[in-house]
C-alpha cells in the first residue's frame, strides 16, 4: 500500500490539437479511495491508463509512494488494475483466473492456492472456484477481476468504469461491495466512473474533470454543498442544480416577485447578473405567493417525496426545466403554479462568465 503522485501529467495523444489531459495534480493518501468522474471524453481514463503505464505522459510525473514510476513498464508499477468488460479468460477456472498473474510471477502452487482460496472466501466465490467465467452472471465474473487483483497484493488497486456493464440493482449492490472491500482491505484505490451518483456514494474523495482539466476534488459532502464553479454544480447531484441567472437589484438578487436578499460584500464581486443555483431540495412552496412562479410540467412521485419538474417564467422551451422536490403526500397537479422560495444558507452564485463561484 502506497500514497500516489499525479504531478502536472499531461497526455498528448499525436494528432491532437489539445491535450486530452493537462497538468492533472493530486495527491493520493495511503488507503484513499479517489474517484476521478466526469462526461465522456473528459479525460478520466486516459489518466488512469497513465497511471497504470498504458498510456505515455507526455510531461508531468507519476509517483507510487517515493518511487518515481513515470517511465517504468506497468509490470514494475506493482498495480492491479479491473477493466470494464473483466478480461477473463474463458478457457480457465475461476481459480486459474484468479491466480494467472500469480502462476506467471513464478509463485509457489500451493501460496497461489492458499491466496485464491482467501480472496474467494472474502468475495464470496468458494463454491465457483471450480466454474468456467461462462457459467457466472455478471456481477460473479466482475467479483473474479477483483479477485485477480486482490491475490497480488498490489499498492494500488486502479478500476476503470468495473460496473458499466452490469443491470441497475446489481450496479447498486455491487457498488456498496467494492466500496466495503476497499475500506476492509485499506489498499489505495482509483475508480473510473461516468455516473456521479456511483462516485458520490464509493469516494472518500472524488475528482470532477472536464475536457482534460481538474474542476474540484473534495470529499463528496464538500463538493456536493460548495461546488467550485458551474460545471461541478450542475454535475454533482441528482437530480441535478437548478441553475438560473438573475439580475442584481438593490440589497440582492430579482428572483421572481421578491428580491433575494445578498450580503453587500458578495454583491460588490459581481456584474450586472449572477448564476443562482439550488438544489431541488434547497425549494420550500410558498403559499403567499412571493417567490419565484413555476408552471407544474410534471410531477415524479416516489413515495414520501415528490419531484416537480416545471418551467419558469420568460424561459425558453430550450431551457433545462426548474426542479423542487415538495411533499409527496400533498404534490401540486400539473398545470398548476406554484411558488417557491430558496433557503436563504444553500444558494450557490456563480460568475456567469468564468463560471466561477462567487460566495
Not at 514494475?76 to 500469480?102: C, E, I, K, T
Not at 482460496?117 to 455478471?138: C, H, M, Q, V
Not at 454583491?267 to 420550500?284: F, H, M, N, T
Request: charge should be negative; hydrophobic fraction near 40%; include cysteine.
Amino acid at each position: 500500500m502506497a500514497t500516489v503522485t499525479l504531478d502536472k501529467i499531461v497526455r498528448i495523444f499525436p494528432g491532437a490539437d489539445n491535450p486530452a489531459v493537462t497538468d492533472l495534480s493530486i495527491d493520493i493518501e495511503d488507503g484513499e479511495f479517489l474517484v476521478l468522474v466526469g462526461p465522456s471524453g473528459c479525460g478520466k481514463s486516459t489518466s488512469l491508463r497513465m497511471l497504470a503505464g498504458l498510456e505515455e505522459v507526455n510531461r508531468g510525473r507519476i509517483l507510487i509512494g517515493d518511487k518515481d514510476v513515470t517511465t517504468l513498464p506497468p509490470k514494475d508499477r506493482d498495480v492491479a488494475m479491473v477493466f470494464q468488460n473483466y478480461a477473463l479468460y474463458p478457457h480457465m477456472s475461476v481459480a486459474d483466473n484468479m491466480g494467472f498473474a500469480l502462476k506467471i510471477a513464478g509463485t509457489d502452487k500451493s501460496e497461489i492456492r492458499e491466496r485464491v482460496e482467501e480472496a474467494a472466501k472474502i468475495l464470496d466465490l468458494t463454491e465457483f472456484l471450480d466454474r468456467k467465467p461462462k457459467a457466472l452472471s455478471g456481477g460473479q465474473r466482475q467479483r473474479v477481476a477483483m479477485g485477480r487483483a486482490i491475490v497480488r497484493s498490489p499498492q494500488v488497486f486502479l478500476m476503470d468504469e468495473p460496473l458499466s456493464n452490469l443491470d441497475a440493482k446489481l450496479r447498486v449492490q455491487t457498488r456498496t461491495q467494492i466500496a466495503s472491500l476497499q475500506r476492509r482491505l485499506g489498499v489505495t484505490t482509483v475508480y473510473v466512473t461516468h455516473d456521479q451518483v456511483e462516485a458520490m456514494t464509493m469516494g472518500d474523495r472524488v475528482a470532477v474533470l472536464k475536457d482534460g482539466l481538474l474542476q474540484q476534488c473534495d470529499p463528496p459532502r464538500r463538493m456536493y454543498d460548495h461546488p467550485n464553479n458551474v460545471f461541478v454544480a450542475g454535475f454533482i447531484g441528482s437530480p441535478a442544480m437548478n441553475l438560473t441567472t438573475l439580475k442584481v437589484t438593490d440589497g440582492g438578487l430579482q428572483f421572481g416577485e421578491s428580491v433575494f436578499p445578498v450580503e453587500r460584500d458578495v454583491l460588490s464581486k459581481a456584474g450586472d447578473e449572477v448564476i443562482l443555483g439550488v438544489r431541488p431540495e434547497d425549494l420550500d412552496v410558498d403559499d403567499s405567493g412571493r417567490g419565484i412562479t413555476v408552471e407544474v410540467d410534471l410531477v415524479e412521485e416516489l413515495g414520501a417525496d415528490a419531484y416537480v419538474y416545471g418551467e419558469l417564467p420568460g424561459s425558453a422551451a430550450t431551457d433545462k426545466p426548474f426542479i423542487a422536490r415538495v411533499d409527496g403526500r400533498t404534490p401540486p397537479k400539473k398545470g398548476e403554479q406554484v411558488h417557491f422560495i430558496a433557503k436563504q444558507d444553500h444558494v450557490h452564485l456563480f460568475d456567469p462568465e468564468s463560471g466561477e463561484r462567487i460566495n
